[in-house]
């Protein structure tokens, strides 16, 4: 089984968490975009989807799915996302594709946030995968120069606008063995919109595709 199959392993199995007859958060990525596709077969038994991105938004749209604006849904009961890392805990790095400042949003309001993701992204300690954050243009040196002093070494993400009109910064280096403290911290810093370390509000279920099976993993020790 490659890493695609384990994917759509992992976006098969969110399909039962799917509760019919309510709005469904959609996340943004390979894994999504997998679990985006087997939707198909669930049209016009939810009202419709908040997604995470224009580029889902799109894909949702293909398939004769309406698009929800987050302001007019008063009840989310699910958001389906995948990670860049997640943790036992299930703290997870997102952001590898631009779009963590909308997940973060709609994972806010969702009571309960799905990760669908294949075995390489569990990990026992965050912090190999490069952290983003989505930085207001006018900040950009700031914020680096704020991150330097944290022991992060920021790179700019090149050729890379957000939905949002903003940059990403991905930075690498970081002690996140305090993930939800440092996230805090990364917020306090003038200029960052959005640090895609998602402690604070972390996944609740955890489909973890392995080729043996699909595991369904809760928060350990939160
Ligand atoms: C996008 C994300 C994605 O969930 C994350 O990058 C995982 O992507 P993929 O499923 O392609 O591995 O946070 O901003």
Not at 28 to 39: K, N
Request: aromatic share 4%; charged share 25%.
């Amino acid at each position: 089984m490659n890493q695609g199959d384990l994917k759509a392993a992992a976006a098969q199995a969110a399909i039962a968490h799917v509760v019919e007859g309510a709005p469904l958060g959609v996340g943004t990525g390979s894994t999504a975009d997998l679990f985006i596709d087997r939707l198909a077969g669930l049209k016009g038994r939810i009202p419709g989807a908040v997604a995470s991105s224009e580029r889902s938004a799109e894909r949702l749209r293909r398939l004769g799915i309406p698009i929800l604006d987050l302001n007019d849904v008063e009840d989310l009961p699910v958001y389906v996302d995948g990670a860049d890392e997640v943790n036992a805990r299930l703290e997870m790095i997102k952001g590898g594709g631009g779009a963590l400042t909308r997940e973060k949003i709609v994972a806010a309001v969702a009571r309960s946030f799905v990760c669908i993701a294949d075995q390489s992204k569990f990990v026992s300690r965050l912090g190999r995968f490069p952290l983003p954050l989505e930085v207001i243009p006018l900040a950009r040196t700031h914020v680096g120069r704020e991150l330097a002093k944290l022991g992060g070494m920021a790179r700019l993400r090149e050729d890379f606008t957000t939905d949002n009109g903003n940059l990403i910064i991905d930075v690498s280096g970081l002690d996140m063995a305090d993930a939800a403290g440092l996230e805090d911290r990364l917020n306090g810093i003038p200029g960052v919109v959005t640090v895609g370390l998602f402690a604070r509000r972390g996944a609740d279920l955890l489909l973890l595709a392995e080729p043996s099976g699909v595991k369904t993993l809760r928060p350990c020790g939160r």
